[in-house]
């Protein structure tokens, strides 16, 4: 009885929640091996591709700059790869490396870390999608973890791998929706952030989505992975020669389509969970 208890209560916690900050840990727990290499590998190579044209640029993209201004307590952490980027830090390892290896805290350093780059929307996007890309393996990690403690000896296969809905959400919004099997849900919600990230992109002249000037606001637009990947290829190189009257306007229009194709994502995930687990009634829970 002891034994059976232990195994119920896998999967809960905070230990399996800052195991997901590696890509790749949960499958390494869960004995799949050559998933955890996959996942960890690919995360790192993601980064370090994208890392290899911005540097020291990640730290000017943090929530929090270990500038000159900053506190002795964020230099400290920036030397020893603690830097504040979203989503990168979701890709702990490589987030922490990429820091330690482009660390210079002299005054040309910290030049460095203003300076734009060649191609760096690209290389923006592409350290940003590693820590997604973890994010989508960890969610792939407790969900396989909540197969194993709650659907019992042979557990029904999903409609679709919840995490894979999600991801594939990122990138197009609606897209988990079909794989689900909800094409006309997937297809509405798609529409839906869509035309929300057209206006703001329009309004703005194109300068809504860009990391170096509006890092905060591009945490959120990145959210809708494809629609940032368009803009760091499309419009985010583009000169901006005097502010669009209604440039503000339009980055919180592509935020909030961002922040609304986070929701897609997560009911994305729950249509595909809920095929294996689905919601209980009011009456079967009083019974």
């Known amino acids: 009885m002891h034994r059976s208890r ?27 091996k050559k998933r955890a290499i996959a996942a ?5 190579a993601l980064f370090f591709v994208g890392w290899a044209i911005v540097r020291e640029r990640l730290f ?12 002795e307590l964020l230099r400290g952490g920036a030397r020893f790869g603690f830097v504040t980027a979203l989503p990168e830090m979701l890709n702990f390892p490589a987030n922490v490396l990429g820091a330690i290896l482009a660390w210079d805290d002299s005054p040309t350093g910290e030049r460095l870390w203003r300076m734009p780059r060649n ?33 019992g000896e042979s557990p ?9 809905c999600a991801a594939l959400s990122w990138l197009v919004p609606g897209l988990g ?20 990230w057209l206006l703001g992109l329009v309004t703005s002249g194109g300068h ?18 494809g629609g940032s990947l368009f803009a760091a290829l499309v419009t985010g190189p583009w000169a901006m020669l005097s502010e669009p009257p209604n440039l503000q306007l339009g980055i919180v229009l592509c935020t909030v389509a961002g922040l609304m194709n986070l929701v897609v994502m997560v009911d994305a995930f729950t249509v595909a969970e809920r095929s294996v687990f689905p ?9």
């Open 119 to 151: 191609l760096e929307h690209f290389g923006g996007w592409l350290t940003g999608a590693s820590g997604m890309l973890a994010a989508f393996w960890s969610a792939a990690g407790h969900w396989a973890l909540r197969l194993r403690r709650d659907g």
């Open 156 to 164: 029904a296969p999903p409609v679709a791998d919840p995490a894979l």
């Open 208 to 225: 809504a989505i860009d990391r170096a000037n509006a890092s905060v606001w591009w945490m959120g637009e990145n959210l809708f992975g």
């Open 279 to 287: 919601l209980s009634t009011g009456r079967e829970a009083t019974a």
């Open 177 to 196: 929706h079909a794989r689900a099997g909800q094409r006309s849900k997937g297809m509405l919600l798609g529409i839906a952030v869509t035309a929300v």
């Open 40 to 44: 960890f590998v690919g995360c790192t």
């Open 6 to 32: 232990n195994s119920v209560a896998k999967g809960l916690g905070w230990g399996v929640f800052l195991a997901g900050f590696v890509p790749g840990l949960l499958q390494y727990q869960l004995g799949q």
């Open 60 to 71: 000017y993209w943090a929530l929090l700059t270990p500038d000159s201004g900053g506190s």
